[in-house]
T-cell receptor, first 116, second 113 residues
Framework: AQKVTQAQTEISVVEKEDVTLDCVYE???????LFWYKQPPSGELVFLIR??????QNEISGRYSWNFQKSTSSFNFTITASQVVDSAVYFC?????????????FGKGTKLSVIP | AAGVIQSPRHLIKEKRETATLKCYPI?????VYWYQQGPGQDPQFLIS???????DKGSIPDRFSAQQFSDYHSELNMSSLELGDSALYFC????????????FGQGTRLTVV
């Protein structure tokens, strides 16, 4: 069975601080996909990244970066120089239901509050 | 660019009533997914359709049913509503194969009173 653990329930940081959101996953499959989604207070799910299990390269997109380590089954997300607009719930998710499938198992989410 | 459209955005129903949620996927996407997110919870996969056929089934109650129509829009039908069905219901669409992204709709917030 697949499982995603986001141990941090809530995090508060002061604006401009860096923050890392942890994600640990479990799956028996060798082919799987990992995701991060942002859910702002308005409720929509905003796609941030999709990474397949064969691509362990770290990725940077502006102030966002992701560290994928298969050895520790982790896919951590770092926001550099946080801003108030980053305040949201962030979900890590896993799909091992076949290439391209979006049958996702989500973690419980981490609520990030960025204080001005 | 066209996004996934869900309607209605908000719905209030009484216990034991029936509700129908609609999802219009991005044009040419062949797969639709439904998720339920209870208050303070993570989204839970309910059901998916590929080319109008059910492809996967998750934790969908027997009181719920869904289908995908010839124009690829999908409907989630919920009967004998319970207070615990109050949640945000998301629809997502994608291409089943290829390195693509799934796009979520803005969700339908169902409140059962």
């Amino acid at each position: 069975a697949q499982k995603v653990t986001q141990a941090q329930t809530e995090i508060s940081v002061v604006e401009k601080e860096d923050v890392t959101l942890d994600c640990v996953y479990e799956t028996r499959d060798t082919t799987y996909y990992l995701f991060w989604y942002k859910q702002p207070p308005s409720g929509e799910l905003v796609f941030l990244i999709r990474r397949n299990s064969f691509d362990e390269q770290n990725e940077i997109s502006g102030r966002y970066s992701w560290n994928f380590q298969k050895s520790t089954s982790s896919f951590n997300f770092t926001i550099t120089a946080s801003q108030v607009v980053d305040s949201a719930v962030y979900f890590c998710a896993l799909s091992d239901s076949g290439a391209g499938s979006y049958q996702l198992t989500f973690g419980k989410g981490t609520k990030l509050s960025v204080i001005p | 660019a066209a996004g996934v459209i869900q309607s209605p955005r908000h719905l209030i129903k009484e216990k034991r009533e029936t509700a129908t949620l609609k999802c219009y996927p991005i044009p040419r996407h062949d797969t639709v997914y439904w998720y339920q997110q209870g208050p303070g919870q993570d989204p839970q996969f309910l059901i998916s359709f590929y080319e109008k056929m059910q492809s996967d089934k998750g934790s969908i109650p027997d009181r719920f049913s869904a289908q995908q129509f010839s124009d690829y829009h999908s409907e989630l039908n919920m009967s004998s509503l319970e207070l615990g069905d109050s949640a945000l219901y998301f629809c997502a669409s994608s291409f089943l194969t290829g390195n693509t992204e799934a796009f979520f709709g803005q969700g339908t917030r169902l409140t059962v009173v």
